[in-house]
Nanobody
Framework: VQLVESGGGLVQAGGSLNVSCVAFDDGSMVYDMGWYRQSPGKGREAVAIIGWDGERIIYLDSVKGRFTISRDFTKKTVHLQMNSLKTEDTATYYC????????WGQGIGVTVSS
């Protein structure tokens, strides 16, 4: 599986951004998909996870009510809509997909300025 991320960028606090991730694979079943993030000096943390059927969704407490994860099963794409962004959301965001193993995207930058 190869993951290609898009979106991200620079936005002022209170603004919105969307990041997307497409899974290019050999037809394997893709189970969980989601997003982690990592900011300088901090460990990687899970931001949002969506199960294979879209029914199970988990959010990091600090993004609940602001971020929305969604999934297009036919296109094997996962989106993360980020609203009411805060400076502490600044990080590199990594997409992942679980097939028989976990695959990570290359990471995409999100910068929120004050």
């Amino acid at each position: 599986v190869q993951l290609v991320e898009s979106g991200g960028g620079l936005v002022q606090a209170g603004g919105s951004l969307n990041v997307s991730c497409v899974a290019f694979d050999d037809g394997s079943m893709v189970y969980d998909m989601g997003w982690y993030r990592q900011s300088p000096g901090k460990g990687r943390e899970a931001v949002a996870i969506i199960g294979w059927d879209g029914e199970r969704i988990i959010y990091l407490d600090s993004v609940k009510g602001r971020f929305t994860i969604s999934r297009d099963f036919t296109k094997k794409t996962v989106h993360l809509q980020m609203n009411s962004l805060k400076t502490e959301d600044t990080a590199t965001y990594y997409c992942y997909a679980d097939t028989s193993q976990r695959t990570w995207g290359q990471g995409i930058g999100v910068t929120v300025s004050s």
